[in-house]
């Protein structure tokens, strides 16, 4: 997070209160102060009253028959009264020097932020914003997004779309003054426009959605707001497509129904998918501005985003074997400082593995992280993928023998077509992880590889380092392997080499880590005292 | 604080294994391997992990002799939970014990018979610390062993918790924590006054305000 031109203790922005001679000095006379859109008070109150939705759908279920609605009208016109409350105390100004934002009714709080320290500037809008053409605007100075508290965000919400791009291009001037590559006619041309395009979604890469789990995902969520709505699930059960299909399927006899049945929920799960992946990723583009990586995408929401350079430690590579058997795969990020779950950035959606290489290649700067072969692990490591592989089955297995234990002759089919296909499954997944599992140590970059139906290739970057950890289990003693884990605060906070030899796992860590090891470099030591397997004797 | 000037050395740690491959111990450098003949380009690490050897030796300091008893006490405490709920679904279950009850029970008392006798002398035997002028370490676990070590230069806090059982038995936890969760080292089952005074050694040495420790 110590970016480029982030030096000393001067903040990017400051928090100040109104009445402070620090704003005064800050405040261009010249400047004229804007106000958010006035279509934002259409669009704020209906954004609010759809997240407290399931609110109003419990209060009307709840008191279906009555004439007063005065918990709803009161709820309505709050919403509605912060709503303006907040256009009206919320005021920005563009200046030579500093941009200013005063916002707050009840406290006021002014946002003051250099022009030269601004980095990136975000937008987004959701349905609502886009029916009424208002953006949120963003501005952000290369700080972290965890790190910093909703007072001291320059956020614009919402102010007009079509004063977004010039907005942008003001204020991202002086960041594009110093790329060399752009010419005057460039300028006038694109703007903030201006940039490398890395990676355009394509309607083909739909074909991998159907291949996620977002699908099922879509698929259980409508299934739970058909059991919301009284006999909406009984009445789609019913409908004549559904329960033709389902007689067709039962009359095949016990394992072929189930199996049918769970490809006719996959294809009904594959179609919501790829309408979801097409409306979460669709107009998708990544394009590379210099510092600053640009995410777009969203067909109903657009998001705009910007990854900066400066808190990338690295890329992953998440290769799962149903995507990898189609040729997909997707990219993430892994960066300091983004906030995990929902608000965190793909860098590529699925996509098809060439340009998910390409787009890693292009990042990094660097071909070998993505290309180099990866060194085998020891052929014991491989023993272990196959029995903990086959874990699961023995408790599949031992799972359908209880039931039939249980349940008597009935339960036969299972035993006989389960078992095998588990076996199988599980064979094939162990078979799967010995391909994919392996390192490299190059300069200052640890890759690793390993997983199959989660499969992943992760590329760290050494100096994202910040702790090592080796772990040993009793059986991975025998087998003289260790799992070497590199603690990082980026991205998902650990990265491991799994089942490596327990020789080379601390060497590792000292060749990433220089100086890591130096705990064991004691005066004194040598005694010669040989312990016994623990390690430890008794005193 | 355990005695620093006597530092126990052993080869016989878990993270290696012994007897190591080629002559000379498990600490000896290994003869080396023939390097890769495509050259620089294509080396994933080989020729420098093979011929390396890094010589690691238990941490000098084990915890206090009566920590076993704290890890008995919150090991019952989780299990007890779980017989809790069996036993409630013995009685609801119309104080059968049906054949799925005998199931659970079959799968839970080897379970609990571990956690509760065999891990807790286990992990005090696995668990040790040490602090250097440049790192802290730690080695923990019991049926799988932990090796942790943070460079102080990453250090982000450092701070000592007390739950409930440690305040029973005199204990403390000394966490060094990092920017990430998963490079925090914890350190259990130290003395309350070793751990402020390892706890104030650590702050005096990590420097934690230079840098943000990412």
């Known amino acids: 997070m110590t970016g480029p031109g982030e030096t000393g203790t001067d903040q990017a922005e400051e928090v100040l209160r109104p009445d402070e001679p620090a704003v005064a000095e800050k405040i261009d006379p010249e400047a004229p102060w804007q106000r958010l859109s006035w279509r934002m008070l259409l669009v704020d109150p209906l954004g609010s009253l759809t997240r407290l939705l399931p609110l109003f759908l419990i209060s009307l279920w ?55 320290r601004i980095r990136s500037v ?15 605007l963003e501005v952000g100075t290369g700080r972290a997004d965890a790190g910093k508290s909703g007072a001291e965000r320059f956020r614009l919400n919402a102010i007009d779309t079509a004063l977004v791009d010039p907005l942008r291009d003001e204020l991202l001037a002086h960041r594009r003054a110093l790329d060399p590559t752009l010419s005057e ?25 159907p291949f996620s789990f977002i699908g099922f995902g879509v698929l259980f969520s409508l299934w739970f707001l058909t059991w919301q709505m009284g006999d909406m699930h009984d009445r789609i059960m019913d409908l ?13 006899g016990p394992p072929w129904a189930f199996v049918g049945k769970a490809i006719a929920v996959w294809m009904v799960a594959g179609v919501l998918a790829v309408i979801t992946y097409a409306i979460r990723y669709g107009k998708y583009a ?16 657009r998001k705009h985003q910007a990854l900066d350079k400066a808190r990338l430690r690295g890329v992953e590579l998440r290769l799962p074997v149903y ?21 965190a950035s793909t860098l590529l959606p699925q996509a098809p593995i060439g340009d998910v290489r390409r787009v890693a290649i292009h990042i990094l700067g660097d071909e070998t992280p993505v290309t180099v072969g990866l060194r085998r692990h020891p052929w014991k490591a491989a023993r272990r993928r196959l029995t903990r592989g086959l874990l699961p089955f023995w408790i599949v297995a031992g799972f359908i023998i209880l039931y039939r234990l249980d349940s008597g002759p009935s339960a036969d089919v299972w035993v006989r077509w389960g078992i095998p296909a588990a076996l199988v499954f599980f064979l094939a997944l162990s078979v799967d992880r010995i391909r994919m599992l392996g390192h490299a140590l190059l300069p200052d970059t640890l890759v690793t590889s390993h997983g199959s139906w989660a499969a992943k290739r992760t590329i760290l970057e050494a100096d994202g380092i910040i702790a090592w950890t080796v772990s040993q289990s009793v059986f991975q003693r025998s087998a003289r392997v260790a799992t070497v884990s590199a603690a990082t605060p980026a991205g998902g906070g650990v990265y491991s080499v799994v089942d490596m030899d327990a020789d080379e796992a601390w060497v590792l860590a000292e060749a990433l880590t220089p100086g890591i090891t130096d705990v064991w470099k004691h005066d004194g030591a040598g005694d010669g005292r040989v312990s016994p397997s623990m390690g430890v004797r008794p005193e | 604080m355990p005695d620093h000037s006597v530092p126990l050395r052993s080869n016989g740690d878990p993270l290696v294994t012994v007897p190591a491959r080629g002559d000379g111990g498990a600490h000896a450098l290994r003869e080396a391997s023939p390097l890769p003949v495509d050259g620089p380009a294509s080396d994933s690490g080989q020729g420098l992990l093979t011929s390396t050897r890094v010589l690691v030796t238990a941490p000098r300091h084990r915890i206090e002799k009566r920590t ?42 080897p379970y609990a018979f571990m956690s509760i006798v065999v891990a807790p002398w286990w992990r005090y035997v696995v668990a040790r610390w040490d602090v250097s002028d440049t790192a802290v370490c730690s080695r923990k676990g019991w049926w799988t062993t932990q090796f942790r070590i943070a460079p102080l230069a990453r250090l982000q806090t450092v701070y000592t918790t007390r739950s409930l059982f440690e305040r029973w038995l005199g204990l403390a936890t000394v966490n060094a924590s990092t920017a990430s969760a998963h490079g925090t080292v914890e350190i259990r089952g130290l003395a309350l006054a070793d751990a402020e005074a390892l706890a104030q050694h650590l702050i005096a040495i990590a420097n934690l305000d230079s840098g943000d420790g990412t």
Not at chain 1, 186 to 205: F, H, L, N, P, V
Request: net charge positive; hydrophobic share 45%.
């Open chain 1, 122 to 136: 975000d937008t987004e809008s959701d349905l609502f914003h886009r029916v009424m053409r208002v953006s949120i």
């Open chain 1, 240 to 252: 004549a497509v559904v329960e033709g299909t389902v007689d067709r399927l039962d009359s095949l």
């Open chain 2, 68 to 109: 076993p008893f704290l890890f008995v006490i919150e090991g019952i405490w989780s299990w007890a939970i779980l017989a809790g709920l069996q036993v409630a679904w013995y009685y609801w279950g119309e104080n059968v014990m049906g054949f799925w009850n005998w199931v659970a029970l079959a799968v839970t008392l």
């Open chain 1, 185 to 209: 006619e460039d300028e006038e041309q694109w703007g903030s426009k201006y940039g490398e395009d890395i990676a355009r979604w394509r309607i083909t890469w739909a074909r991998f959605a």
């Open chain 1, 323 to 343: 995507l990898r058997m189609l040729g997909g795969g997707r990219l993430e990020p892994i960066m300091t400082g983004t906030k995990k779950g929902a608000a």
């Open chain 1, 286 to 301: 990544l394009t590379d501005h210099g510092q600053l990586l640009y995410v777009q995408n969203g067909i109903l929401r």
């Open chain 1, 62 to 116: 709840l008191g279906s028959n009555r004439s007063n609605y005065w918990f709803e009208t009161v709820v309505i016109s709050l919403v509605v009264l912060a709503g303006l409350l907040r256009w009206l105390s919320t005021s920005y100004q563009v200046g030579r020097t500093h941009i200013i934002l005063k916002k707050g009714f009840f406290s006021r709080q002014v946002v003051t932020v250099a022009r030269h």
